[in-house]
């Protein structure tokens, strides 16, 4: 509640700076007959944002602090002295009492928070005075000061853009700290897994089948082999999902850029486009449904009894249809960066439209295909929900794409939903096999960024 | 040049000439062998989306209704003692229960069917009937027959599912039209439940939107901001590189990274507001900033270079000449890639398992701090049910949210067919 | 966790916990929050019953849950570690109980099996030795001539540990020199009886029993171990296979004949009852409710004997706490 | 078609310079653009650089209004001096500089707004007018300088880039002129018009000249002919001539200068 | 520079034109960019088309060998006769048709290939060499007639795109030839050219029209003179006038030729 008002009475504040300003640049103009070195809106905003900005500090500050002090100033209260000594029933009691007194209780549940209502409410409006207060000669200070800065030579524009700019390279840092805390939030926990388990076991050993109920005093390395949910990603991600989406993505965009009609071009493009748009956990939910039963009755009918109806190849195939619209955007873009005189040359020659295409245009856009392969297989191996929902739980170091197999992101998922706690080296394996993705899907973005950007110059 | 040179070269070009003649016919075959082959793949591209549409739309268009039966009861006769002023407030519903209505709907249709079937009109059906009395409060003094939701099990034999027995039992009632499927707009409107006959997807829908909400409105500036400094002012340097590159590598993170971040990072800040939609829009916003950035900065870089020189020749700082010139030509093109971002957000699941919004709330989230699903998670855990009543709801919940994705997805490709431009 | 000091209480309960209890922990949610639409209506969230023990044994206050769901027993162990954490003061409640039920589609083989024969078809390391049994034929030549195919459960559920201590410890204790390790080496003895095998034989599956069903469903080869209430509501799909001579039927569970039922248990979390508003009045929508004709029954829950429930809803009035000292000596009556 | 001011200034009166360039050498990055060129541009004449593509005309022409800045490569050594200020001290206000010397570009650049706009955006951003019938006035008279008042007087609302070529750069022309520019600089102003739409915007420039010193470049010689008082000649980035145009064209000093006129290169 | 069977055409022994246009008129759309253009274009000549910018010199060049096919909205009207047959009648093979009349662009555009690729990809795709060795035979031959055999016969393997301009501008010529075209079209080949290389292009040319008919597009006026020895002016879309080239310089017959050939426009 309280915060809200303070801040509301910075931003009237510095709307008030921001109206004076611009009188007193338009009567500045006026006055000395010349023109301002700035526009009067520009000294508008300098002043309004001297008062605003130290003003809503102010209050935010006050904001995390006052909460504090109306709560020192409840425990002095008397009636405090037979609250219980246990912090949670004691803050929920406290809690009640506050939220009475600021209105957003109608009443209390505890009736030990009663007695507590009354110097609540009395130390909250004093506290909210004195924020009141506080925030205003902030921010006037903060608006005069600048206010009487104000002169025709006043360089406010230059002034004001320099905050923008102040603005603008904050924004672009969360880009960084993202990263920062990416790294951060794996970094510790992988490093108390590695406490635990030898990364070799980790990454080397063939056998996958963490306990977290046992006592992670006997956690064994033996037991973390992660090789089969690596090649379960393998597989499922890089190989099952690209045989289908490559032919598939090349197919469509070869077809889209070369022969079809600007007209199916134009519906056809975003059709395809829509099928990157569709939520994973609706193919996880068609894999599952309809496509794993499907393969699995197509597989004994064939005369493959143990096909599995949670399958390596339900989910490498649905995800293949989702990872085509990566593909074949890339093929597309690849395709057109590479010159029309290419092209031109080709055709010139007699060459008919698939023989331009199929030996100058592709082979001169496969940098470009390559990165875009590359970034679609960093797509599917991150995937989750369709192999959480269609391809099974079981760690399993086969070829066989009928039979059930595990990934990365997988065990993630059914290690931190299974548990919470984070002491035990089979929750804290999440946080490693998390590490290893990241890892892996940034080298190749990174690999394909490069190879998109340098074929990209060659051209230009 | 020579007589004889001429004449040898003439018959070279007379050989090659047959000899090319003579593929020419292989040739136009392989021409259209690859055309087929290529057009063979836009059509089973196009053929699997048609597929997952149609799929989810057959089995998802009864998730959109429910078993109802007809029930008469005669009020009057039942003498339902209830205070009219108690049906005007909050507690309208929970009066007429302790007034007893579900005992008098029990009885109405014990006498109507019998009490085996009654038995079947569930424990939602008197909860129901309820709301209905609350906004018609005139019935109480009437004989009415009202149309309520039968338990799961009767739900199920009317589908041909379950023990035989009361399968017949739906059958004859299916027959005389007492029981039958109705529309069930409640399920726009209610949260999530334990029957599938009582679920509602407005609890997870409400979820998204205030998580999608917090998204936007921290994904949204920080992206376009970040996106105009690095593609007008940010000097070539190091540093300009060190957040380039993050921003590239964190557009191809694996969104369930970003749920581990949520877990470990803001979990951590925030302890208690595990399933809530700020610690979901949080994480979403970061995952949705660099798609934003990305597409910004091709948005603008799209602006011609002549017209910022334009307007700096005549005296425009750099910033007037960004947020007077480039800003508004490049904003389709930021909206179109901020649409598809969100969209993006709005289907995905995974992070937000992490992050615990996968708890099961039966009332719609009162507000951004309060615990809730959102839909793609709520599609999830309903996947999972056992009732099979789910089945239905499931793909009915998958409809509303395509739904919502087809008309965000057409909009971005609206914006960006509309305002593309060649300058 | 870190963070501010929480001024505020929580207005909502929080339970985690046991996939099992989920469906019925739902529907005490759901009763609770109409019955008393003044308070939030409750979080549930399905982690496992390990898990569940080890979000509600991190401590007291408002980021720990109220209630863990679980569907076995607290162990000593993990008590421990509540009380180690200032969770002293956990009640327990018996609610109800749970057949673990192993199933095939209705055009399966038709198994009669003890739970000796489930061990040896299940263990990584049958008594102790390499597990060689490919088929079911090799458990026992009257059976068919077709691999052993199980799914069920991961280590992660509660199902699992009941599957390993109610049926595989069972079957294993019957061989005498197996039982001998019991006293020398318990936790080569755990190991020998509870592990069970990886060579794909037996497939995990996630928390999702549901899918169990429906491949069961769609493979009349394959077997299945789940809760009853699963196989209850997919009996027209599914067959419940005899154990030691006992189908998992409502009566068999409920008396205790059939070897797989397992008491289901809430644990509350005593400290957090004047905290959080609700609490005290969603417990006592369980008790209201476990009854025979009660909620959950309708659910598949097996409700518990008279004299069980009425025990257990002194214990919830009373809200006597669980002693390290309950555990060892008074094993609940199933 | 030579004017009477710089008659004058043959005479002996010369008037001191507009811009005054000295020992101005571009760098891009390592590479050298322009190498050491000092040259005088005065009020009243139009000046025409020439010279083969890739000589520094652009590079050279950019430096005088501190476009280059834009490029961050670009790097200028000597001094330039507006009305004897020198524009590359620190203290310069790059703003304000390029209002006094506007710039028109080859391919005419409107932006995308209403023809009013386009006019109204320079003074309004300057803060030249205080009143909308002020800015009203500005809008009218700019047009009406730039000789196209005519044709869009009736369509102010319109977008300005829906205007012809010829048109268009007639517009840029008075988008320059509405911020009362001292000098304006022009980069092949016509090569992207055809030949008509050429003829009016150097019919356009004499009228001009009246009024502010104008700096042309063109890859046409007849162009620099037609239109010019004063040639400068470049070649790799050396000034190799610089004089009255039909000095330059008639009787030029210098070897390259006369290969180039004549056709040898280019 | 007139060669002797040029000679012997005004001497009135007129060979059979190769090809030759009747009528032509090309639409973009609904824009008319080439008004009804008749022109006859004879092997062992070089015939060159100038004119303006935008004139439509290159529109009609790639009516020669249909490659304005690619350009979806371009449409032509009446008839080009390639020895006496119509390429634009229905039963035309497209891929036969530019095999032989090949075309060399303005910019140099090779293969992203090795130079023996980039040479044998013609062969290869027609099928016209049936060995290895006759492959090969064939890859040096068209690098001797283009000039190139002997900068390049060490590094066969190198990229084509490692070449110099003027290299690769003959590569392109030599990819042409390999194909043994009867014509070989040329929009602007020079024109991304330094002078030194053009001259060595200019060179080539006048050795290669000993086999061929040579079409070039230039807009270089110096140019046409030098490298043709018939020249065709063209403006706004009209074939103003087609004569000798010595004719179209020193005497032409239109006005609009003068006009541009002394510079008053362009
Ligand atoms: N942004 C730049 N970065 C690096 N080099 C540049 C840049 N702009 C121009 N140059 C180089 O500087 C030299 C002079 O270029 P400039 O554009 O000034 O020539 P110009 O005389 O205007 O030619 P044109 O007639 O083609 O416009 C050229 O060699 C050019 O390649
Ligand atoms: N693909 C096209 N679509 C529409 N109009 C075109 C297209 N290509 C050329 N034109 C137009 O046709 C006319 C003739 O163009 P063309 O390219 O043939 O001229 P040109 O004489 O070769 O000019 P330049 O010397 O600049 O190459 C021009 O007005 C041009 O704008
Ligand atoms: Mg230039
Ligand atoms: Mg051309
Ligand atoms: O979730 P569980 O009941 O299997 O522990």
């Known amino acids: 509640m309280s915060p809200a008002i303070l801040v509301l009475l910075a931003l009237g504040l510095g709307l008030a700076g921001w109206i004076a300003a611009r009188s007193r640049a338009y009567a500045l103009s006026a006055k000395e007959g010349k023109r301002l070195h700035s526009l009067p809106s520009y000294h508008a905003w300098y002043v309004g944002l001297w008062a605003f900005v130290p003003a809503v500090i102010v209050a935010l500050i006050w904001s995390a602090v006052s909460p504090q002090l109306v709560l020192a100033a409840m425990l002095s209260d008397p009636a405090a002295a037979s609250l219980p000594a246990f912090g949670m029933t004691r803050n929920s009691i406290l809690g009640e009492a506050l939220g009475v007194a600021s209105g957003s209780m109608q009443a209390v549940f505890d009736q030990r928070a009663a007695a507590l209502v009354e110097p609540a409410r009395a130390a909250m409006t004093k506290y909210t005075i004195i924020g009141v207060v506080l925030t205003l000669v902030v921010g006037f200070i903060g608006g005069a000061w600048s206010f009487l800065k104000l002169r025709p030579d006043f360089t406010a524009r230059t002034r004001v853009e320099r905050m923008v700019m102040a603005l603008l390279l904050i924004a672009s840092l969360v880009a960084i700290f993202t990263t920062f805390g990416i790294l951060a939030s794996l970094i510790f926990e992988t490093a108390r897994f590695f406490g635990m388990i030898n990364p070799i076991d980790f990454l080397f050993g063939t056998h996958w089948s963490p306990d977290p109920m046992r006592d992670p005093a006997f956690a064994n390395g033996e037991d973390y082999g992660a090789l089969p949910l690596f090649w379960g990603t393998i597989y499922i991600g890089a190989i099952i999902a690209m045989l289908v989406a490559i032919p598939l993505g090349m197919g469509s965009a070869i077809y889209l850029t070369q022969y079809a009609s600007p007209t199916l071009r134009k519906w056809m493009k975003p059709i395809l486009e829509i099928l990157a748009g569709v939520p994973t956990v609706v193919y996880g939910y068609f894999a599952a449904l309809t496509v794993a039963p499907f393969i699995r009755d197509v597989a004994q009918g064939i005369g493959i009894s143990s096909a599995s109806s949670e399958s390596a190849l339900a989910a490498g195939l649905v995800m293949g249809v989702m990872i085509i619209p990566f593909v074949s955007s890339m093929a597309d873009d690849s395709i057109a960066a590479v010159p029309a005189a290419m092209r031109d040359g080709s055709l010139a020659m007699g060459a008919t439209q698939s023989e331009t295409i199929r030996r100058v245009l592709v082979p001169a856009a496969l940098p470009g295909i390559v990165a875009g392969v590359m970034l679609a297989v960093s797509r599917a191996i991150g995937e989750t929900m369709i192999v959480v929902m269609a391809a099974g739980a079981s760690a399993n170091l086969s070829a066989n794409p009928l039979e059930s197999m595990t990934t990365v992101t997988y065990q993630i998922v059914a290690m931190l939903t299974g548990e919470g706690s984070f002491d035990h080296p089979a929750t804290l394996s999440a946080f490693a096999l998390g590490m290893v993705l990241f890892a892996v899907t940034l080298a190749l973005n990174f690999i394909a960024l490069r190879v998109v950007k340098r074929y990209r110059e060659a051209y230009e | 040049m020579s007589q004889a040179a001429d004449l040898a070269f003439e018959e070279q070009r007379r050989i090659r000439g047959e000899r090319a003649n003579a593929r020419i016919a292989k040739r136009y075959a392989a021409e259209r062998r690859f055309k087929l082959l290529a057009m063979l793949s836009v059509v089973v591209s196009a053929g699997v989306l048609v597929v997952l549409l149609i799929a989810m739309t057959s089995s998802g268009l009864a998730g959109f209704t429910r078993s109802e039966i007809d029930v008469t009861i005669d009020f009057p006769e039942m003498g339902l003692s209830i205070d009219p002023a108690a049906l005007e407030g909050e507690n309208a519903e929970n009066a007429l229960r302790t007034a007893g209505l579900p005992d008098i709907l029990q009885f109405a249709a014990t006498q109507q069917y019998g009490p085996e079937i009654a038995a079947e009109v569930g424990g939602s059906a008197s909860r129901d009937l309820a709301k209905k009395i609350v906004s018609d409060p005139d019935m109480l003094g009437e004989t009415v027959t009202v149309s309520l939701p039968v338990s799961e099990d009767l739900a199920a034999a009317a589908r041909g599912e379950g023990p035989e027995e009361l399968r017949a039992v739906a059958d004859r009632l299916q027959a005389e039209g007492q029981l039958g499927r109705k529309i069930d707009w409640g399920f726009l409107a209610r949260a999530d439940a334990t029957d599938p006959q009582e679920v509602g997807i407005w609890g997870a829908l409400k979820g998204s939107l205030l998580t999608m909400a917090v998204t936007l409105v921290l994904a949204f500036p920080i992206g376009v901001l970040a996106a105009v400094y690095l593609e007008e002012y940010a000097p070539k340097n190091k540093w300009t590189d060190i957040i380039e590159v993050s921003i590239n590598n964190l557009a191809a993170v694996p969104s369930i990274i970003f749920g581990l971040l949520g877990l470990a990072v803001f979990l951590w800040i925030f302890p208690n507001l595990r399933s809530a939609p700020i610690i979901g829009g949080m994480t979403l916003a970061l995952m949705t900033m660099p798609v934003i950035v990305i597409s910004g900065r091709n948005a603008i870089k799209s602006v011609p270079p002549s017209i910022r020189d334009g307007a700096l020749a005549i005296g425009a700082s750099p910033v007037q000449v960004v947020f007077h010139h480039v800003l508004p030509l490049a904003l389709p093109g930021i909206l179109t890639g901020t649409i598809i971002g969100m969209a993006r957000a709005l289907g995905e699941t995974a992070p937000l398992l992490m992050i615990g919004m996968r708890a099961f709330v039966a009332s719609p989230p009162d507000g951004f701090t309060s615990p809730s699903s959102v839909l793609p998670v709520q599609i999830f855990l309903w996947s999972d049910e056992i009732d099979r009543g789910f089945v239905e709801r499931t793909s009915a919940a998958i409809i509303v949210l395509l739904l919502f994705l087809l008309v965000m997805n057409g909009l971005a490709i609206y914006l960006r067919n509309k305002f593309e431009r060649r300058w | 966790a870190c963070g501010s000091p929480q001024t505020a209480g929580r207005d909502q309960i929080k339970a985690v916990g046991s996939s099992t209890v989920y469906p019925f922990a739902k529907a005490a949610a759901e009763e609770f929050s109409r019955t008393y639409p003044s308070y939030g209506s409750p979080i549930i969230e399905s982690t496992g019953t390990g898990g569940g023990f080890k979000l509600f044994c991190g401590g007291v206050g408002v980021q720990y849950p109220d209630i863990a769901n679980a569907s076995r027993r607290i162990k000593p162990g993990e008590l421990e570690t509540c009380n180690a954490n200032g969770v002293t003061e956990v009640v327990e409640l018996q609610v109800g109980k749970d057949g673990i039920a192993i199933a095939e589609s209705k055009e399966g083989q038709n198994f009669q099996l003890t739970p000796k024969q489930v061990y040896e078809a299940l263990a990584a390391e049958p008594y102790g030795k390499p597990q060689t049994a490919k088929n079911w034929s090799d458990i026992d030549p009257s059976f068919p001539n077709e691999p052993i195919l199980v799914y069920g459960p991961p280590p992660t559920s509660g199902t699992r540990d009941a599957l390993a201590e109610l049926i595989l410890t069972a079957g294993c204790e019957s061989d005498p020199a197996t039982a001998a390790i019991k006293d020398e080496d318990k936790d080569r003895f755990e190991q020998i009886c509870t592990e069970v095998r990886s060579d794909g034989a037996y497939v995990e599956q996630g928390e999702n029993d549901n899918l169990i069903v429906q491949k069961l469903a769609t493979n009349p080869k394959a077997i299945g171990v789940f809760g009853y209430s699963f196989l209850e509501e997919n009996s027209d799909k599914l067959r419940g296979l005899s154990l030691g001579g006992f189908e998992p039927t409502y009566e068999n569970i409920a008396s205790g004949d059939y070897p797989g039922a397992r008491p289901l248990y809430i644990y509350i979390k005593k400290q957090h009852l004047d905290a959080v508003p609700g609490l005290k009045e969603y417990i006592s929508t369980w008790v209201e409710n476990w009854g025979k004709d009660g909620l959950f029954t309708s659910k598949g829950m097996i409700a518990s004997t008279p004299e069980v429930a009425a025990r257990n809803a002194d214990v919830a009035s009373n809200m006597t706490v669980l002693t390290a000292a309950d555990l060892q000596t008074s094993e609940p009556e199933s | ?266």
């Open chain 4, 1 to 266: 078609m030579e004017p009477n001011t710089a008659e004058a200034e043959t005479a002996g009166d010369a008037p001191s310079p507009k811009i005054s360039a000295r020992d101005v050498s571009v760098y891009y990055g390592e590479k050298k653009a322009i190498d050491n060129v000092s040259i005088d541009v005065f009020t009243r004449y139009v000046t025409a650089f020439i010279g083969p593509s890739g000589c520094g005309k652009s590079t050279f022409l950019r430096t005088l209004n501190r476009m280059n800045d834009t490029i961050s490569s670009a790097r200028v050594d000597g001094e330039i001096l507006l009305d004897g200020e020198d524009i590359y001290r620190s203290k310069m206000d790059v703003v304000q500089l390029r209002a006094r010397v506007g710039m028109v570009f080859q391919k005419p650049n409107p932006f995308p707004k209403s023809i009013y706009e386009n006019i109204a955006y320079g003074p309004r951003i300057h803060g030249i007018s205080s009143t909308k019938s002020e800015l009203d006035g500005i809008v009218e008279q700019s047009l009406q300088r730039a000789g196209l008042w005519n044709e869009v007087k009736d369509r102010l609302n319109d977008s300005g880039t829906a205007l012809s070529g010829g048109q268009q750069q007639r517009l840029c022309i008075a988008r320059a002129i509405a911020v009362d520019p001292e000098v304006i600089l022009m980069d092949e102003p016509c090569s992207a018009l055809d030949p008509i739409a050429t003829a009016r915007i150097e019919e356009l420039i004499d009228e001009l000249r009246g009024r502010y010193a104008i700096v042309i470049v063109t890859h046409s010689m007849q162009q620099a002919a037609r239109v010019s008082q004063r040639t400068a000649f470049f070649h790799m980035g050396n000034l190799v001539e610089y004089g009255k145009t039909s000095d330059i064209f008639t009787n030029p000093r210098e070897e390259r200068t006369k290969d180039y006129i004549t056709g040898r290169y280019g």
